[in-house]
């Protein structure tokens, strides 16, 4: 089998159920496993070239619309009649049934669902430990994470952030919007109170990320999340790819959370080696504005 990856979670799910052999072709962004570095590209997420992955003669393409403007991926692949799969995670769920339909078509079912349980009881220790320290704190943690700066762009209800903040013992202060991603205010952000800001825009590098930016915004030397020193960068390769390293994420924002916030970054890193293997750059956006 041939296979062409669109998406850089579908990409990583691909070869963790051990399909790597076959992935003949992947989008720009793609870069993890490292192995994907050598694979012939076809352009950007956003804006694949329909020619070249059709010159690879895949058996199988991995579609997703995970971020707005997809949309046109799939369509032309419809038009041309290339085979493909599309996946549309929006949820912690629905990632796992992601792995499992990649699975099924590719005929991995046994490695598919040996994943999925695995990912599923590494998010079971994660709500274990975080329910513990949310009950000793007497109120869940108020999260709120920043996918654009201007506008401010943050996960709604049908985001997989929103399952990631509850592992965790928390909430996603915007959880009550019906999307799966808002433009918001300063304001409105202000008017919420988060008891931590994660700061993860869409296609940066973690060093690139502006924490003075966020710090010197109106208003916010008020917020709790400030007060407290509780403002972070995140790592959006992990945090805003609906594949298997996302549970990666999880188990950061519990390190990140469970501990005084002096520390918290330094946890979180220590934590990371052991889980992930060095950082790699970003690639897949979260919803981008």
Known sequence: MRIVSIAPSNTEIAFALGLGPHVVGVDDHSDYPPEVACLPRVGPDLQVDLDRVEALRPDLVL?????????R????????GIPHVVLDPRSWQDVLDSIRQVGAVAGREAEAHALAVQLEERAERVRRRMAGVARARGRPWRLFLE???????TP??????????EMVGGQNIFADVAATSATVTPDQVLARDPDAVLVCWCGSLQ???NREQVLARPGWAAMRAIREGRVYPVPEDLFGRPGPRLITAVEMLAELLDGPPETAMERARLAWPRRHGRPSPPGEGSPRP
Request: aromatic share 16%; charged share 20%.
């Open 63 to 71: 579609a997703s619309l995970s971020v707005p403007g997809m949309e």
């Open 156 to 165: 709604g209800r049908w985001s997989w952030f929103t399952d990631m903040a």
């Open 73 to 80: 991926n799939v369509e032309g692949l419809r038009r041309r």
């Open 147 to 153: 996918w654009w700066p201007k506008p401010l762009i």
């Open 207 to 209: 060093s690139w990320m």
